[in-house]
């Protein structure tokens, strides 16, 4: 049996083999990813179940068609097979998420500031990036990775510390617990803006429209009480510059209005 040191130094570099491996899709950035899909996955379901049992699910045909309508042609673009699902959460608060494995929950409120399904689009095709670049799972990997440096350093120096399977698991749990709602690093949101536009253009819908959104969006922030989608998702300047850097370039290569009216 090795030593818990010696294991520790193991599972690290088990951890950074993984980390090597995966890449993001479109981007091509590298990722540290250590959990496995299936894992995430299940722990996605597990968190939409508890979502569908804690928030009031709307029944409006009319609001739920529209954002499975707009949903379904996005996730087509995705090329992932999650059971992909859309619901909308009968609140009037903007917000919007999407768990790992594909579940995707649009408010009421943020609905309503949609003024056409090409910003929905925006909106939607953002958090669906969120699940088919596994952001979700990146940052459960970085806390897992943190936590899992600090007590190998621990080991390091002698200390007695608890047994390795124990610090896993509180990680873990820890990681499972708030995993699936951490808010997503800067780079991530990037990422899945980038994404966001490519799969909304190749489903047909006008990408351009994310400038529109975002700076409607960005007048709303500077309101006294901005919506909950924005304080992690701020419409910076810096956010705008990207999208329209990005704009004329997708647009091109990926927009056709014809394809699916
Ligand atoms: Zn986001």
Same mark, same amino acid.
């Given at each position: 049996?090795?030593?818990?040191?010696l294991?520790?130094?193991?599972?690290?570099?088990?951890?950074?083999?993984?980390? =090597?491996?995966?890449?993001?899709?479109?981007?091509?950035?590298?990722?540290?990813?250590?959990?496995?899909?299936?894992?995430?996955?299940?722990?996605g379901?597990?968190?939409?179940?508890?979502?569908?049992?804690?928030?009031?699910?709307?029944?409006?045909?009319?609001?739920?068609?529209?954002?499975?309508?707009?949903?379904?042609?996005?996730?087509a673009?995705?090329?992932?097979?999650?059971?992909?699902?859309?619901?909308?959460?009968?609140?009037?608060?903007?917000?919007?998420?999407?768990?790992?494995?594909?579940?995707?929950?649009?408010?009421?409120?943020?609905?309503?500031?949609?003024?056409?399904?090409?910003?929905?689009?925006?909106?939607?095709?953002?958090?669906?990036?969120?699940?088919?670049?596994?952001?979700g799972?990146?940052?459960?990997?970085?806390?897992?990775?943190?936590?899992?440096?600090?007590?190998?350093?621990?080991?390091?120096?002698?200390?007695?510390?608890?047994?390795?399977?124990?610090?896993?698991?509180?990680?873990?749990?820890?990681?499972?617990?708030?995993?699936?709602?951490?808010?997503?690093?800067?780079?991530q949101?990037?990422?899945?803006?980038?994404?966001?536009?490519?799969?909304m253009?190749?489903?047909?819908?006008?990408?351009?429209?994310?400038?529109?959104?975002?700076?409607?969006?960005?007048?709303?922030?500077?309101? =006294?009480?901005?919506?909950?989608?924005?304080?992690?998702?701020?419409?910076?300047?810096?956010?705008?510059?990207?999208?329209?850097?990005?704009?004329?370039?997708?647009?091109?290569?990926?927009?056709?209005?014809?394809?699916?009216?």
């Amino acid at each position: 049996m090795p030593s818990i040191a010696l294991r520790a130094v193991l599972f690290c570099f088990l951890l950074a083999l993984a980390a =090597s491996c995966a890449k993001a899709p479109l981007t091509q950035r590298s990722q540290f990813i250590v959990l496995p899909e299936s894992q995430t996955v299940a722990m996605g379901l597990e968190a939409a179940q508890q979502v569908k049992e804690t928030e009031p699910l709307s029944s409006d045909p009319a609001l739920t068609g529209r954002v499975r309508r707009v949903g379904e042609r996005i996730a087509a673009q995705t090329g992932r097979d999650y059971e992909w699902e859309f619901n909308v959460i009968d609140e009037d608060v903007p917000n919007a998420f999407a768990l790992p494995g594909g579940k995707v929950f649009v408010y009421r409120g943020l609905l309503g500031m949609t003024d056409s399904d090409d910003e929905l689009a925006v909106v939607i095709g953002h958090e669906i990036a969120h699940a088919m670049a596994r952001h979700g799972a990146e940052r459960m990997s970085v806390q897992l990775g943190t936590a899992l440096a600090g007590e190998a350093a621990g080991v390091a120096i002698g200390l007695e510390s608890p047994a390795m399977a124990q610090v896993f698991a509180s990680a873990y749990g820890m990681a499972s617990q708030v995993g699936v709602i951490l808010p997503y690093s800067r780079t991530q949101e990037y990422e899945a803006d980038y994404i966001g536009l490519i799969l909304m253009a190749q489903a047909g819908y006008d990408p351009g429209a994310a400038l529109v959104f975002w700076r409607k969006m960005m007048q709303l922030d500077k309101g =006294s009480a901005p919506p909950a989608w924005l304080s992690t998702h701020p419409p910076s300047q810096d956010r705008l510059i990207e999208l329209q850097k990005d704009l004329p370039v997708i647009k091109g290569k990926y927009y056709h209005r014809n394809q699916n009216d």
